[in-house]
């Protein structure tokens, strides 16, 4: 599975600031593009990083480590207040796009849609107030119940729209959350 195209909301006057701000971020083979969004919307996702040059990339920055995932992190705010994380998984091969993806709401019920698109728990549990993790490793939707705290400054989740395009079989398209997520599978 790989994004191919994500859409999120942002305020209107933040937009000009998003394009020229993720036109100096590689965003390798996923295109990321924000909209107009009513109030103040804001999100959680990833950028993979490769292994060889995260050390790079994160200087000066506080690097979280995944022991489990073999994967290291570092975290900062774009110009709309976004959670952003650029992860290096070692071993993951071509490493470009988007990593992860927050969706926040019923995480037994998006999960159970999310499995007519051939996407399956890999990490975490469907228990209440925990993370789900779909897909594979190195790409994954996250399933947030509502307002837990997002790594690392524990602001509290919210759900705003959003539009992804994956890639890989099978192919199809769900709808999560009363319409608020459209996620497709081409």
Do not use: C
């Not at 590689?26 to 999100?43: D, H, I, M, R, V």
């Not at 292994?51 to 489990?68: H, K, Q, S, T």
């Not at 993951?92 to 999960?111: F, I, K, N, Q």
Request: proline letters at 6%; charged letters at 30%; zero cysteines.
């Amino acid at each position: 599975m790989r994004f191919k195209r994500v859409r999120l909301r942002a305020p209107a006057h933040l937009l000009a600031d998003l394009r020229e701000f993720y036109d100096r971020i590689e965003t390798g083979e996923t295109k990321l593009e924000f909209a107009a969004g009513e109030g103040e919307p804001f999100y959680h996702f990833a950028f993979l990083a490769p292994w060889e040059r995260f050390d790079e990339l994160a200087a000066g920055e506080e690097v979280f480590d995944f022991p489990d995932w073999d994967a290291r992190a570092f975290y900062f705010h774009d110009p709309a207040g976004n959670i952003v994380e650029v992860v290096a998984h070692r071993g993951l091969e071509d490493p470009t796009g988007l990593s992860e993806l927050g969706l926040v709401g019923d995480t037994r019920a998006m999960a159970a849609e999310l499995q007519k698109l051939g996407l399956e728990l890999w990490d975490g549990t469907l228990k209440e107030d925990r993370l789900a993790f779909m897909g594979e490793r190195g790409r994954t939707l996250i399933l947030a119940p509502r307002a837990r705290g997002w790594m690392p400054t524990g602001r509290s989740s919210e759900r705003h729209p959003v539009e992804a395009e994956l890639s890989g079989p099978p192919a199809g398209e769900v709808e999560l959350e009363g319409g608020l997520y459209r996620i497709a599978r081409r």
